[in-house]
């Protein structure tokens, strides 16, 4: 029994020892302005700004609760409590919030947001994201929501919707909270709108808007591909011009297509090798057989009609100057004499 009686003695002494031990640390590292209470497996840390325009750094990373009030806060980034993963509780009240910059899904176990006593009009959904699916409790009261302006329609300004899930599909802020407080009226409470309405945000009619964000980007990217379409029409019909006015072949610059009295010219001077030019100016054996059956025993006929039939094949580029180049490449090759005149034609032009 003596010993049963010591040993409770003992359990009891270190157990006093290790909470007195846990408050020692808490306070040790609490920031100032702030109180660090240590509740079992909970930390809820107090912090009093009183008109403070900076949030204290080393909030310890074990924080449960935190509560911040009566600091000058009009744009609040979350970031700056990036590393309390452990959040269960957000309490900011008091604190002239009118922006919320960055999102709340980083706090996976967040389970109540108390915002009230603001300057919120607007709740973007881009700032709860999945967290809203989740969430047991938002308190919104006493913040000056303007339930008409907030969807004014072309006119509204860029903070009062939210383009972050599609550029094309903005959300309003106050229509996204609407639909909020009308489908968990349970967890978001006290969202009304401004006096002197001072109605209740689920009894106001709202109309959906067009941002003028996603005009912006929708006018930019038409901007942009009238801009390549108009660079793109231009190129092909400089690269038309060029073909029109220019042959591939040679040096020489023929603007118009020879004429079937030049053909015929050339089709007398031309002898009995023709089968082979022909070959050479892209005609098939079938095709030479061709212009030979259909002008039987007249030779100049049938070399002119193997001619006009390259003239037809080659198209705008049929110039003299492109036949001349063909005929010089020949082999053997031809008497220069064949198509002097054709030479003295480029020359001409």
């Given at each position: 029994m003596i010993l049963q009686a010591v040993m409770s003695r003992w359990n009891e002494y270190w157990l006093v020892m290790l909470v007195m031990s846990c408050v020692s640390w808490c306070a040790s590292s609490c920031p100032g302005d702030c109180t660090c209470n240590q509740y079992v497996v909970d930390l809820n840390v107090v912090c009093h700004g009183n008109g403070?325009?900076?949030?204290?750094?080393?909030?310890?990373l074990d924080t449960t609760y935190l509560i911040l009030t009566q600091y000058?806060?009009?744009?609040l980034d979350l970031r700056v409590f990036g590393g309390l993963r452990k959040l269960r509780g957000l309490e900011l009240v008091s604190n002239e919030i009118a922006q919320i910059e960055g999102t709340l899904e980083m706090?996976?176990?967040l389970q109540e947001v108390d915002l009230s006593k603001n300057k919120l009009t607007g709740v973007s959904p881009r700032m709860f994201g999945n967290t809203a699916k989740r969430l047991g409790l938002?308190?919104?009261?006493?913040?000056?929501?303007?339930?008409?302006a907030q969807c004014g329609g072309l006119l509204s300004s860029s903070d009062q919707c939210d383009c972050s899930v599609h550029m094309f599909d903005c959300v309003c802020n106050i229509k996204w909270l609407q639909e909020q407080v009308t489908q968990r009226p349970s967890v978001w409470v006290g969202v009304r709108c401004q006096v002197p309405k001072d109605t209740d945000i689920q009894n106001v009619e709202i109309h959906d808007h067009l941002c003028k964000t996603k005009w912006r980007y929708l006018l930019a990217i038409i901007l942009v591909c009238l801009v390549a379409l108009?660079?793109?029409i231009t190129v092909i019909l400089v690269c038309r011009c060029k073909k029109r006015r220019y042959a591939p072949?040679?040096?020489?610059?023929?603007?118009?297509?020879?004429?079937?009295a030049q053909l015929n010219t050339l089709a007398g001077n031309l002898g009995l090798d023709w089968e082979s030019l022909a070959i050479h100016l892209g005609m098939t054996t079938r095709e030479v057989q061709g212009f030979i059956r259909n002008n039987d025993r007249n030779m100049r006929g049938?070399?002119?009609?193997m001619l006009v039939a390259w003239r037809d094949k080659n198209g705008e580029l049929a110039t003299a100057a492109t036949l001349v180049e063909q005929l010089k490449s020949f082999q053997p090759p031809l008497d220069p004499e064949i198509y002097r005149f054709l030479e003295e034609s480029c020359s001409s032009d």
């Open positions: 403070s325009t900076t949030i204290p750094d080393g909030l310890p000058r806060l009009p744009v706090f996976t176990n938002v308190e919104l009261s006493e913040n000056p929501f303007d339930c008409d108009a660079i793109a072949l040679g040096r020489y610059t023929g603007l118009i297509m020879i004429t079937e049938q070399i002119f009609a």
